[in-house]
Every structure is written in C-alpha cells, then in structure tokens.
C-alpha cells in the first residue's frame, strides 16, 4: 500500500514538473518572439540649428565610399538593428524610426514624424523615407539612393506626398535625409 502510494506521488510530482516546465517554456518562447517581432521605436528630436536645409539632387547615387559627415551641418542616429549610424541634415523638426524585417528577411528603418501624418489615407503614420539594408533586385525601383557601407549596400527610398498633411514639411524631412545619406557609416 504505501509503496503504491509513493508511485502515485512520484506520477503526480512527475506530471506537476512537466507542466511547470511546459509553462516556463511557452513563456520563454513567447517572450523571445515578442522581443525579436517588437521593432525599435525611440523619438528622435533634432535640435533646430538650420531654419533651411538645401535640397540636394533628385538624381540616384550608387557611392563606392561613403562621405565623411560635417558635424557642423548634420546630426545622426544609430540605427543598432541595422548597424549603421544615419546622418540628416540639422533643424529638421523630431522624429521617431521603427525597425522591421519583410517576409524574406530584409531589414529596413522606416522614419516617420507624427507632423505629418495625414487625413487621406488610412493607418498613416507620418512615413518621410525608408532605409533598407541589402536591398533586393525588387526594391531598386523605388529607391532613390543607394551607398555601400563596407560590403554591405543600403538604399534610400522616400515616400509619396499623397497621404502628407504638410508637403512642404515632408520635403524638408526628405532632403534632410537625401542629403546625409551619403555619409551613412558602421556601427
């Protein structure tokens, strides 16, 4: 009898343990698909040193090496995701980035400003210009620059004015980012 007794303890201490472990597992999982699904959005504010930034050539440029930056004229971000740092020109107004990856698993930062989000479309959200990392043959179309940081090329693609409630605002957010994107480096 009690040697029946203990088997059924040790079942019922077995089972216990399994669902703990089970538990803990799911938990684990979750979490760890949570953090690698959660994109990175910190605010970025640009202190307003320039009242104009001067808008650069619309044309597209496939930079060998990359410019070096003026601090003078322009600010940055890391972008950790991307291991890049992302330079603009001073005075553009805040902004906040998110980090995604699509379906084949290429990464891009998508830049937006909450001054821009407008009434026309829906779900805007104040979208000025993605920087994607390895471009695929595909997205060479909507890109309008490309540089190489070590072997590894990136390209700018700026959105449409269609959904902007503020064009002239995007425009100045855009060759903000035009015009540093040249000067784009390695973390």
Known sequence: MARTQAKKR??????????VLLIAGGIALAKRNETAQTPTSPAISAKPDVAETSNPEDSSTDAAEVVMAD??????????PLSVTVYYTKGVPAFGF?????????????????????????NDTG??????????TTDEAILS?????????YGLSL??????ADAELL???QAAFKE???????L
Do not use: H, N
Request: negative net charge; contains cysteine; aromatic residues 6%.
């Open 127 to 136: 979208l000025f210009a993605t920087i994607i990392k390895d471009p695929s």
């Open 159 to 164: 959105a449409g004015m269609g959904c902007t």
């Open 71 to 80: 601090p003078e004229t322009l600010s940055s971000v890391d972008v950790e």
């Open 180 to 186: 540093g994107f040249t000067s784009l480096k390695a």
């Open 98 to 122: 998110e980090v995604k990856r699509t379906a084949d698993s290429t990464q891009y930062a998508e830049f937006s400003s909450d001054e821009l989000i407008g009434t026309k479309c829906t």
């Open 145 to 153: 620059q490309t540089v190489k940081v070590g072997e590894t090329p």
């Open 10 to 19: 040790l079942i019922i201490a077995s089972i216990a343990l399994a669902v």
């Open 171 to 173: 425009a100045q957010y």
